[in-house]
């Protein structure tokens, strides 16, 4: 069974009315609540707003998180860098290009010494890319940080706003293996994807999975609410025979009762799990 986990600050109430953003006073409470709730491990936040009191950037921190991390029997293999939702690596003049990429590279040996397996690399929202030209620049971007990733063995998993063929030519400029895919139901459902023909384009490129439910267009809503198809999602990772962790990144429930949100959240998720390994022992 694959593991099951959600982003960091989904088991606290919203901070500064923000949907997602690192927890800056109560970060280290969300070790027991995610084993509470059943979760196997929170995908960590660097992003701006918390940059300067992350523990990831001290080696008191790092020591902190550790010791919560085996306390609590949850794990942190992923970090979801938004700070360059704020800080994008494109559209951005050669010293800011150079200062972004330095905190990149920071970044990733601060992972390594916590045996953090990959970086999700967000270009949605701010730090979408639009045109021809950007991709050209986040191609020289890239190459840059894939030396990094050689260098420190930090995987980076692009999440991208891209139409399918679009993301698949981008892909095709790097086809090495520390380079993938995070795969988030809810951007594809607002964006109007289809999960098959995703799959068909870089399927085998999908490392890591962000499980949202979103309208066409739309906000973010509870599972099964919106125009996320997660049948046909579930079935394009069992054929491509997907075994990572799922990252529970759904709209926010009651404020205070989040544990019990995050545990029928996980049920969703088993629950299509189970039936596609029904699918797969019938095939």
């Known amino acids: 069974m694959t593991g099951i986990g959600i982003m960091q600050g989904r088991l606290l109430s919203p901070v500064d009315n923000r949907i997602q953003c690192f927890p800056r006073d109560n970060w280290a409470k969300e070790f027991a609540l995610a084993a509470q709730a059943g979760l196997d491990s929170i995908e960590w936040i660097y992003d701006l707003y918390g940059a300067d009191i992350n523990p990831i950037s001290t080696d008191a921190g790092i020591d902190k998180m550790r010791a919560l991390s085996a306390q609590h029997g949850v794990k942190v293999f992923s970090v979801c860098a938004d700070y360059f939702m704020d800080r994008p690596l494109m559209r951005a003049n050669a010293s800011e290009l150079e200062e972004r990429l330095s905190t990149l590279a920071w970044l990733m040996h601060r992972c390594r010494r916590l045996s953090i397996n990959r970086i999700v690399l967000p270009f949605v929202d701010s730090s979408r890319i639009d045109t021809d030209a950007e991709i050209d620049s986040v191609v020289l971007t890239l190459k840059r940080a894939l030396r990094m990733a050689n260098e420190t063995g930090i995987e980076i998993h692009l999440e991208t706003s891209l139409p399918p063929s679009k993301f698949a030519e981008l892909l095709a400029k790097f086809p090495h293996p520390m380079l993938k895919v995070n795969y988030d139901s809810g ?97």
């Open 187 to 283: 951007n594809s459902a607002s964006l109007g994807y289809d999960p098959y023909d995703e799959f068909a384009c870089y399927g085998t490129r999908v490392g890591s999975v962000h499980i949202k439910d979103r309208i066409l267009r739309g906000n973010t809503v509870p599972l099964g609410k919106g125009d996320g198809n997660f049948v046909a999602l579930f079935d394009c990772l069992r054929n491509i025979g997907y075994s990572g962790d799922f990252i529970l990144q759904t709209a926010r429930g009651v404020v205070g009762d989040e544990v019990a949100w995050a545990k029928q959240n996980r049920a969703f998720i088993l629950a299509l799990c189970c039936s596609n390994m029904v699918k797969k022992e019938v095939a």
